[in-house]
């Protein structure tokens, strides 16, 4: 699970990573350091208007 993780936080795509129930200190360690270095993902500003999407794109301007 750790690689596959590190695919997310290179692509700057996760803020948050851990476990669940039965989670071990190694496994924690595991992100621990596939984290060290790296940026965060930071949100885009959301749209001003609403896009829909059918046969042909329609934007409706609040």
Excluded: W
């Amino acid at each position: 699970m750790v690689s596959q993780m590190a695919a997310f936080v290179d692509d700057g795509l996760v803020n948050i990573i851990g476990g669940c129930c039965g989670t071990t200190e190694e496994f924690i360690a595991g992100y621990t350091r596939i984290v060290e270095g790296k940026k965060t993902h930071v949100p885009v500003d959301a749209p001003k208007e609403m896009i829909l999407s059918g046969l042909e794109q329609f934007r409706a301007v609040s």
